[in-house]
């Protein structure tokens, strides 16, 4: 669980590039129509975790459908997935938006998005969000790829909604400060990231060949108080 809130953490400079400009114009848009900034600003952030918890529990029942047969190759792909992104050997990002269902999904998104922002309702941050959280991103994907080798719906949910809320930091600091912020995130996403990618990826390798993991200090402790012949 913690993963999954370090990984929308430590790469929230991802989300600032690319979500960061809608986020932004929420925000102003809150104060054009005299509404408190905050709140659009929560209601934007609960819709967006919103649609990550949907994708979630979507991702989960099918890995729980999936995982009795497909366990191993799910863990398996999903580690191998990360450590690839993290040396940028999996290049996604330039050929996601080529693909044909995301393609269309990419042009549809900024039409519903600017039909919500000029709606007068208090609600429209929230539909705003909940339509962001669909935006083809990379990052998503690897959350939505660590969620899939839990093999639980619920799981699986409560992962990416950890994700989502280890992303808000970032996006909120964007909204209320603006781009200033950028600069100090990228040294975050370009020397934290990758080390964690790297381990959580062979975490789930582990994990796929069933190999035991300590879960806490005791095999430490046993090491350090080995049993000498005299």
Known sequence: MLAAFLLGFFGSLHCVG??????????????RKDHEPILAATLYHVGRISTYVILGLAIGSLSMALWGSLQFYLSLIAGAILILAAFSLLPWERQIWSLPGLKQLGEWIPKAYGRFLNSPSRWAPFAGGMVNGLLPCGLVYLALSTSMATGDIVLGAQMMFLFGLGTIPALAATQFAGWKIKGRLAVVRTYVLP????????????RAFAVPIPVD???LHEMTN????H
């Open 18 to 31: 690319m979500c960061g400009p809608l986020a932004i114009v929420i925000h102003q848009q809150a104060n």
């Open 195 to 206: 080390p964690f990618l790297v381990l959580t990826g062979i975490f789930l390798i582990l």
């Open 217 to 219: 200090l005791r095999l």
């Open 226 to 229: 080995i049993p000498m012949c």
